[in-house]
């Protein structure tokens, strides 16, 4: 594990697509118990290279019901977004995670972190890759039916400040999701 993430550290496969250039943010261990699966690392967690290390990760804990501590032990939290490295920005915020990146290395960090007990799908890019043809018609409905996905996945909206009027209109996410959520996280820890 320790010789993989030192190669995709040095990653420079999409180099010519990115702005600030190739910095791939993750982390995880052969002992991690909960692999976070999002987007990509915005501009702030592209420069201290610190997964989550932004508004949406302190929401996204909040939601885990964990410490900054517990989320940054990679013995219990992979954390390997859908692309490793800042995408670049486009008209209504950052632009998708590069392509290259799950299909390269997702798959050799699967078969590294064995004791994986739940899949977070955080946002519509690591709901499509991982669910494919069994998500629903759309992330909203993807998400409030994420019993379908248990215990394997566990379907996520991104948790971005900019998703609080996503939030407002759908209640029952903070009302059966969140607690649902926290749960497994109990269980698992």
């Known amino acids: ?4 993430l030192e190669t995709i ?3 420079t496969l999409c180099e010519a697509h990115l702005p600030l250039g190739p910095n791939p943010v993750l982390a995880a261990s052969r002992n991690s118990q909960v ?11 592209h420069a201290t290279g610190i997964p989550w ?20 032990d990679p013995a219990i939290f992979g954390i390997v977004p ?30 590294n972190m064995p004791g994986i007990k739940l899949k977070l ?18 992330l909203t409905e993807t998400v409030r039916n994420f019993r379908d996905y248990l215990p ?8 971005s400040p900019r998703n609080k009027l996503w939030q407002k ?4 996410f903070e009302e059966e999701v969140l607690p649902t959520l926290r749960n497994q996280m109990e269980s698992i820890l």
């Open 1 to 4: 594990m320790k010789a993989l």
């Open 9 to 11: 550290k040095g990653c």
């Open 35 to 45: 692999l976070v699966i999002g987007q990509a690392p915005g501009t702030k967690v």
């Open 53 to 72: 290390n932004d508004a949406s990760g302190k929401e996204l804990r909040r939601w885990l019901g964990v410490s900054p501590e517990r989320f940054y």
């Open 82 to 111: 859908m692309g490793f490295c800042y995408p670049g920005r486009g008209k209504g915020g950052d632009l998708p995670p590069r392509p290259e990146c799950a299909p390269t290395w997702h798959p050799a960090l699967l078969e």
């Open 121 to 138: 799908l955080i946002g519509q890019y690591a709901q499509r890759y991982y669910l494919g043809k069994a998500r629903k018609k759309n």
């Open 152 to 159: 394997e996945f566990f379907p996520l909206v991104h948790p």
């Open 169 to 172: 209109r759908n209640p029952w």
